[in-house]
């Protein structure tokens, strides 16, 4: 019999196996090198760390089912959606079982009146919103990434549309989740409005899988826009791109999506087949309209806008096909990025602040890194405040990680000086831990750990997340 040790306790590996094949059948069980290491690693920078065993569950009985073997054992459970996080929320740091719900991907059901969907958790968010075009419908947070609906819970994720629409918190009605022991609730309703006692299911939105497990969840939908327009705009410098962006904010207008881009990034991004901008800071912006008289209005007041930003080109009515290649672009450029620092490591930083306090993060992040003087990029979901970095740096280079490290405190500690937090969207999985005290004090650290010891006293869910070691 095989012993594992983890900080939870111990367990018989060999048993668990076999538990865990009696529940679900043994194909759909794996403790192979293979499969184990295809789930030991996000998309982030942080080291990796093989499972125990890999199960496959098709069902919430099924998944019932092995967190009651779990619980009783003492192993650890970690979710697995598509595994396109950045924040090492997915990697299985103490080991254990790795549940994949790549089976557990369909839609339940679609409620095309009240705009809203029903599905379950492994279904991934492009698939999902191509079958739901054919209804006129669409799910409006978009990571970048073809990320699971799991995933973007877990992690309430956000991206590119979140100025308009909201971060996946905002669009989350209901959910089925299994908890520590097995048991299964459902928390929310189909109701836009819900008043009725304490609010369950934004307390597991972004939780990380470390309270409990969803199985399904029910999302609302907005109609696909009839009208729409892409804007570019070019700046002098990353300063007066952030400034334009609190302009247009300020004013009122409601783009759907409103990205900054430092000149660094532009000129990867130029090297896409079908993009050429101007080589400066630069915003991408989307709008959509209920006519084309009321768009073509709210653009030409965001161009004086940015006019008075010293705008040194503009350009709308960027036509569908150009649009989409421009959007696939910004979604990629963080792959561009990697593919032209071949073999370096990097580090992403994700921080937001009011939207007043945008500017000032973004020149002080500029400041920095050319103090430092490493290779790094400034990109972000300028209207919602959200701002990262991508640092890249040789693997070997100590003084290098050191800088980059250095960069990151620095990024973090004047968001919080500024109101914001350490982490828009990518969550704290490893990286961010380190700051939760100093973001939220050590009575609200203690209010969630004391969560944490109610919903999972055994300590078996996505241990080592979110609070560290509990």
Known sequence: MTTIQNPQGSFELDATIQALQAIVGPERVSATESDRDQHARDQSAHPGRLPDVVVWPQTTAEVSAIMRHANQVGAPVVAWGAGTSIEGNPIPVHGGIVLDFRDMNQILKVHQNDFQVTVQPGILYKDMNESLARYGLFFAPDPGANASIGGMVANNAAGIRTVKYGATKDNVLALEVVLANGEVI????????????????????????????????????????????????????????????????????????????????????NTEEGIDLVIAPNLFMEF???????????????????????????????????????????????????????????????????????????????????????????????????????????????????????????????????????????????????????????????????????????????????????
């Open 186 to 269: 459902r928390t929310g309703s189909r109701s836009i409005k819900q008043s009725a006692g304490y609010d369950l299911t934004h307390l597991f939105i972004g939780s990380e899988g470390t309270l409990g497990i969803v199985t399904e969840a029910t999302l609302k939908l907005d109609p696909l826009p009839e009208h729409f327009s892409a804007v570019t705009a070019a700046f002098p410098t990353v300063n007066d791109a952030a400034e334009a962006v609190f302009g247009i904010i300020g004013s009122g207008l409601g783009p759907a999506a409103l990205e900054l881009l430092d000149t660094k990034t532009v000129t990867l991004m």
């Open 288 to 470: 959509n309209g209920a006519s084309e008289a009321a768009l073509n209005e709210e653009l030409s007041m965001v161009e004086n806008i940015c006019n008075e930003s010293a705008c040194r080109h503009f350009q709308a009515g960027v036509g569908r096909e150009a649009r989409n290649r421009l959007w696939q672009a910004r979604h990629r450029a963080f792959e561009v990025m990697v593919r032209h620092h071949p073999n370096q490591a990097y580090l992403l930083t994700d921080a937001a602040v009011p939207i007043s306090q945008y500017p000032v993060l973004v020149a002080a992040t500029d400041d920095i890194m050319e103090e430092l003087n490493l290779r790094g990029y400034i990109l972000g979901h300028a209207g919602d405040g959200n701002m990262h970095t991508a640092i890249f740096f040789p693997a070997d280079d100590a003084e290098a990680r050191a800088k980059t490290e250095q960069i990151n405190s620095h990024i973090v500690q004047q968001s919080l000086a500024l109101g914001g937090t350490s982490t828009g969207e990518h969550g704290v999985g490893l990286g961010k831990q380190k700051y939760m005290e100093q973001e939220h004090g050590p009575i609200a650290m203690k209010l969630m750990r004391d969560l944490k010891a109610l919903l999972d006293p055994n300590g078996i869910l996505n241990p080592g997340k979110v609070l560290g070691q509990t």
